[in-house]
């Protein structure tokens, strides 16, 4: 690995740097690693704008979920800012009128009743079904939301919300890119990820076994190998 290269890495929704923990400890050694602030700003455009003002000249890019789609504004802002790309848990597609009334529901739900009250409503499409009940990662995920807190939560939603759709943007990524996605991640399946792959010239795929949306904290060892092998 190029010792030189930094890597940003964006989490996703109601996801704070302990997203990346393995990654980090995995890969820090090698190069410097700023993990982004996913809920500093309402829109797509304003979280592109803090990230690209922290980052350094030319680096690598990772998004999860949410971060995937801040990556590609990113790149739409940016483009020779970024060495190489790494799409994990994500999808090109903007929301459906359905999710989008869902998420209009949950921002209702969270600034009534708190941050907890909408975490039994996420957690079962964060993880994989067997990991639905896993003590651990439920508490990971918990502490991750009541750190990023209701206000934090609206404003990813916004973001989120009037994100565009990101497929005609595809054929034009001429960096080495890697799109990862959990085996068993309902919220943006693997079709997603393959989607991507059939449009990004030169794009790998990595599907991760035993994960679901959250890849990185459910195995993460599969994720940093692959994360490893991008950056090689």
Not at 68 to 74: D, K, L, P, S, W
Not at 223 to 232: G, H, I, N, R, S
């Given at each position: 690995?190029?010792?030189?290269?930094?890597?940003?890495?964006?989490?996703?929704?109601?996801?704070?740097?302990?997203?990346?923990?393995?990654?980090?400890?995995?890969?820090?050694?090698?190069?410097?690693?700023?993990?982004?602030?996913?809920?500093?700003?309402?829109?797509?455009?304003?979280?592109?704008?803090?990230?690209?003002?922290?980052?350094?000249?030319?680096?690598?890019?990772?998004?999860?979920?949410?971060?995937?789609?801040?990556?590609?504004?990113i790149l739409r802002r940016a483009p020779l800012r970024i060495d190489r790309l790494c799409l994990i848990?994500?999808?090109?597609r903007p929301d459906t009128a359905d999710a989008s009334s869902r998420r209009r529901i949950l921002m209702?739900?969270?600034?009534?009743?708190?941050?907890?009250?909408?975490?039994?409503?996420?957690?079962?499409?964060?993880?994989?079904?067997?990991?639905?009940?896993?003590?651990?990662?439920?508490?990971?995920?918990?502490?991750?939301?009541?750190?990023?807190?209701?206000?934090?939560?609206?404003?990813?939603?916004?973001?989120?919300?009037?994100?565009?759709?990101?497929?005609?943007?595809?054929?034009?990524?001429?960096?080495?890119?890697?799109?990862?996605?959990?085996?068993?991640?309902?919220?943006?399946?693997?079709?997603?990820?393959?989607?991507?792959?059939?449009?990004?010239?030169?794009?790998?795929?990595?599907?991760?076994?035993?994960?679901?949306?959250?890849?990185?904290?459910?195995?993460?060892?599969?994720?940093?190998?692959?994360?490893?092998?991008?950056?090689?």
């Amino acid at each position: 690995m190029n010792p030189l290269l930094p890597l940003v890495l964006i989490p996703g929704l109601l996801n704070t740097p302990r997203l990346w923990a393995a990654q980090s400890q995995a890969i820090g050694p090698r190069r410097s690693i700023q993990v982004a602030d996913s809920a500093a700003a309402d829109s797509l455009r304003g979280l592109a704008d803090a990230i690209l003002g922290q980052a350094p000249e030319r680096f690598a890019l990772a998004g999860l979920s949410m971060g995937g789609y801040v990556a590609f504004e990113i790149l739409r802002r940016a483009p020779l800012r970024i060495d190489r790309l790494c799409l994990i848990d994500t999808t090109a597609r903007p929301d459906t009128a359905d999710a989008s009334s869902r998420r209009r529901i949950l921002m209702e739900v969270a600034a009534r009743d708190g941050i907890g009250a909408v975490l039994p409503l996420l957690v079962p499409g964060f993880l994989a079904p067997r990991h639905a009940t896993d003590a651990r990662l439920v508490g990971i995920i918990g502490e991750m939301a009541a750190a990023v807190g209701v206000d934090g939560f609206v404003r990813q939603q916004l973001a989120i919300l009037a994100r565009p759709d990101s497929r005609p943007d595809l054929p034009a990524i001429g960096i080495p890119t890697t799109v990862i996605v959990g085996a068993d991640d309902q919220l943006t399946p693997r079709d997603r990820a393959e989607e991507m792959v059939e449009a990004i010239p030169g794009a790998r795929l990595a599907v991760i076994p035993d994960a679901g949306h959250l890849s990185p904290l459910e195995n993460p060892a599969a994720v940093t190998a692959a994360m490893q092998e991008w950056l090689a």
